[in-house]
């Protein structure tokens, strides 16, 4: 049975996306679509944004190579189907002479064994739809794909056939449908808890306040990787307050966390910050790289998914104090050589660089080098000469108001108040993503400036931060 979805009542239906949220969480998808106004919900966010533009294009890609085939008219795209109950929208269908339809899920990612339970869903309702689906197949993309000039979609899209592992999880997909199903229908739940009472506060969503109103401020929930046994303990116990809470219950590495929020004063390890100053040699690179990344690889050699640097700012701090900025913004992909060029003229051979959350940009050098290998030999170096500015704000310097995280974000409004990330302009790497993206596309000039601005300004001021919370160190290190 196919339908046109304006015929339907979608507050009815369940969709793939509901069925999926309903599998993250219950609650959270009832009060969703139950109770839409009690839990204010965020527009979604730049991440969501970034993984939608790449669903489509590989969508797109992946459509158009299906209209080249020899069967390309037994293929209908796009197609809308319901049993009544749940609703999908099928990427691709096939028709096959015997009736039957092959369905075509396409994904952005390069694991089709993520998606198993989505294709499922699909298989699922198609079939209580009446339809025979004889094959499902994952189209996604080829994680080892390196473009070479135009893009060639046979190459960077994989057909995984996953008809085996659908039979394998199909009964308990059914079970779980129906259980969503019958959620949906209850006029009422239990508002009282959720599962992420015995989480740490990173997995909560937007529901976790209207379902747990009592809980203590702070909490226990703040503690850096407290296990859920733990917190099942203490939410026994009635002790979730952070003040209930003894030296007992928590690590050693929470330890600091656990000071900090009890008594509200931050915790002082001179000796850890004295350390890690003595580690650095002048002069000072603070640098930092924003980069593109997306499904579809845009420049020769890159890759699905790969984040290749396209900016980079860089504030250098002399021994007599003295702070110079050099920076670099491609205004088109794959400019990753000049931008290396750009970047040995502004680090130079000696002196130690600073990054914050070292993981990030470290694997950005490696990749660069094995694009570039001629400026390996630079960029091990680079690698070599990296320190990590979280690390003394992990274990040398914790404020109960960073709540537990190290996160840049977390730590700045603190120490530096007077230093703020601009909420209507880029904020984050994966808005600099988008933007960038924009900047690049845009035929307009004005708006080309725009968003070349908003960048360097968003590089710029990671950057000044961090030369910032170094002279917040060098103070409290000092006598
Ligand atoms: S906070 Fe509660 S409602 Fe939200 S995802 Fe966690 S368990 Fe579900």
Redesign the pocket.
Known sequence: MTLNPSSLEPAALLSKSEFLSFR??P??LWLRLRKPTVVPRSPPSDYDRLLMEDGYAVEAIALDLLRTRPDAERFEFQVTISDGRCLIRVDALRRNSDGSIDLYEVKSSSSPEDHLVDACFQAIVAARAGLIVRSVRVVHVDADYRLDGELDPSRFLAFAEVDEELEAIRKEVEAEIDEALGLLAMGEIDERG???LLRTAS???A??HH?NPEIPVPSAHLLPRISSPRLARLADEGRLAIADMLHDDVTPSQLDTFEALRTGQPVVRTEEVKAFLSSLRYPLHFYDYETAAGAVPMARGHGPHQQIPVQFSCHVLHADGSLEHREFLGDGHGMEEALVDRLKAAIGTTGSAIVWNQTFEKSCNRRMAELLPRHAGFLKDLNDRTADLMLPFRKGYVHPAFEGSASIKKILPVVCPDLEYDEDSVHNGTGAILAFREMVTSDETEERERLLKELRAYCHLDTLAMVRLHEFLLNLAAP
Do not use: I, Q, T, V
């Open positions: 993250e969480c609650k959270d959720c599962r992420c997995r909560r969503c529901s976790f379902l």
